[in-house]
């Protein structure tokens, strides 16, 4: 039979799932765009699961802001509407699948990807990096595609760098006016004389006036020191994101820009279209579906997106608008114990909560831990999973910690209490690992150089390869959820053993010659105003 050329492919998909969704107020994916399909490496077989193929695309979304699953989604009220009352966003996406649906083994694998990025392909089959598999090398050994999962990739940033995947989110306003706000960069001063304002070479919210004596920036070395202000004839606005200072920036030096935005997204639509996405492909018995044989959906996240799928969890993205449980099993690496900015006015995603630099953004707040637990100070009572407890969605979830979370993500909060003293176990949904001595970032051998001047360290960086942990942990995940085969307990530190213990009680021999870190990350208690509870 004669395959229909790509325009018809397009035209066909994307009318079946409007169809599908017309008459459905609950369903959310409005349509699939497919730009791209073609069979990978020639058709190349895969085990039983055979040939696969790539999906290349836009999903199109239209939320309802009054229906209970997003009431929690800030400003969604305040963005244009269609003529169905509902919000409209859209984002790239990339499906891998195997060519005949039936030989799928009716799992969906779905990274949320780390500013953008995709690496499930790198950590779980050896391979290439690649923002585009082609080559046999980027797909590596296909340990998982002979097994028949199937791999989905979505944009859920606004704001990251050009060639990654990303998301084009609504901008609120009020009665057709923008909305203004401060927004604030932070950096660690570079060599020369500019500097981006966004983190990791991200877009920039726009700056109001950027002539504006409003405008503040300021700079101090460590960040418990008070600030100094930096005159405002010394520095400027340059293209869009960029700022200059005469006379340079001090390497090392942390710098603030405070400045006065207007146009803020509306950030917490990536969750929601991450909710959304894996809904359909996992429950749309429609010929619009590609995969029609879904029956459980996995989530990963590594480091950023640990936090965002923890995040998700939090605030109850783990309900589908139907009510219905979106991921049944979530692999959190990495993570720590923070979220982030994915749900707030101006939010920067890529923010995370360092020692040095990106400090005071909202990452490291109670809760922490999957347990509910009574904070001592406030007498807030909260959990990760408090939302999804409610609704009957608590997925299986994993929690991969390293020597590094401990020292610069607050980790042990996860299994203490918010104060430290004492341990907390974790639900029985729950396991909590952690791989001693391991870097943040799976390391490789022979060992890197150091990237680049702002990682230099007193020694290289860490080799530890430990993917192959990754991977046997996610077959682990994999069988508790598809056949209740309980995984290994839980393995971390105890206060109770004396296994976690303060720094200054590790007994780390002296005469090494090492310098050692002053201390860990503390998780601030910050307070960000009164209307933070409603993401402002």
Do not use: C
């Not at 699953?69 to 509902?86: F, M, T, W």
């Not at 004596?213 to 405002?232: A, C, F, G, N, Q």
């Not at 407890?389 to 980790?411: C, D, M, Q, W």
């Amino acid at each position: 039979m004669m395959r229909p050329s790509l325009p018809v492919v397009n035209l066909w998909i994307g009318l079946l799932v409007f169809l599908a969704f017309a008459s459905d107020a609950q369903a959310r994916l409005v349509s699939l765009s497919i730009e791209r399909r073609e069979v990978v490496l020639d058709g190349r077989a895969f085990g039983l699961a055979g040939p696969y193929e790539k999906l290349v695309g836009t999903a199109h979304f239209a939320v309802d802001p009054d229906l209970p699953q997003n009431q929690i989604i800030v400003d969604l009220k305040l963005a244009p509407r269609n003529v169905h009352g509902e919000v409209e966003f859209s984002s790239d996406f990339y499906l891998l699948k195997p060519v005949d649906p039936s030989r799928s083994n009716g799992r969906l694998f779905y990274e949320a990807g780390n500013r953008g990025s995709k690496r499930i392909l790198q950590i779980f089959q050896k391979a290439s990096r690649s923002a585009d598999p082609t080559t046999g090398g980027e797909f590596g050994d296909g340990v998982l595609m002979s097994r028949g999962f199937s791999f989905l990739w979505m944009g859920w940033q606004w704001d990251v760098p050009d060639g990654r995947m990303r998301m084009s989110m609504p901008v609120a306003v009020t009665d057709g006016q923008p909305i203004t706000g401060l927004v604030r960069g932070n950096f660690v001063g570079p060599v020369g004389s500019t500097a981006l304002v966004a983190d990791r070479g991200h877009r920039a919210y726009s700056v109001v006036n950027p002539a504006s004596d409003e405008h503040v920036m300021t700079v101090k070395s460590l960040p418990t020191d008070p600030p100094t202000v930096v005159p405002r004839d010394r520095w400027r606005f340059t293209e869009p994101g960029t700022v200059e200072l005469d006379g340079g920036f001090v390497p090392g030096q942390i710098y603030d820009v405070v400045y006065l935005s207007e146009g803020p997204r509306v950030i917490g639509t990536g969750l929601a279209g991450t909710r959304d996405i894996v809904s359909f492909f996992k429950y749309e018995e429609g010929d619009a579906n590609p995969l029609p044989n879904t029956e459980y959906a996995l989530g990963w996240g590594v480091s950023q997106t640990g936090r965002f799928l923890r995040h998700f969890l939090y605030q109850g993205f783990n309900e589908d608008e139907s009510g219905r449980q979106v991921f049944d099993g979530v692999f959190d690496q990495v993570g720590g114990a923070g979220r982030g900015s994915f749900n707030h006015r101006f939010g920067q995603a890529s923010r995370d909560a360092l020692q040095h630099f990106n400090f005071l953004f909202p990452v490291d707040m109670f809760p922490f831990a999957d347990t509910t637990l009574t904070d001592p100070l406030t007498g807030v009572t909260d959990g990760l999973l408090r939302r999804a407890s409610n609704s009957g969605t608590v997925p299986k979830i994993f929690h991969l910690l390293t020597n590094s979370e401990y020292f610069n993500r607050a980790g042990s909060l996860i299994h203490t209490d918010p104060t430290g003293v004492r341990d907390v176990a974790p639900p029985d949904t729950s396991r909590i690992y952690m791989v001693s001595s391991g870097p943040h970032i799976v390391g490789q051998f022979p060992p890197a150089p150091n990237p680049s001047a702002s990682f230099l360290g007193q020694a290289s960086m860490n080799p530890l390869v430990y993917a192959p942990v990754i991977r046997a942990l996610f077959d682990a995940l994999d069988a508790w959820v598809v056949d209740d085969r309980e995984p290994p307990p839980s393995r971390y530190p105890r206060l109770a053993d004396k296994t976690l213990t303060p720094p200054p009680e590790t007994g780390w021999p002296e005469g090494t010659g090492a310098r050692l870190p002053l201390s860990p990350l503390t998780a601030l208690r910050l307070d960000f105003g009164p209307n933070w509870s409603s993401g402002i």
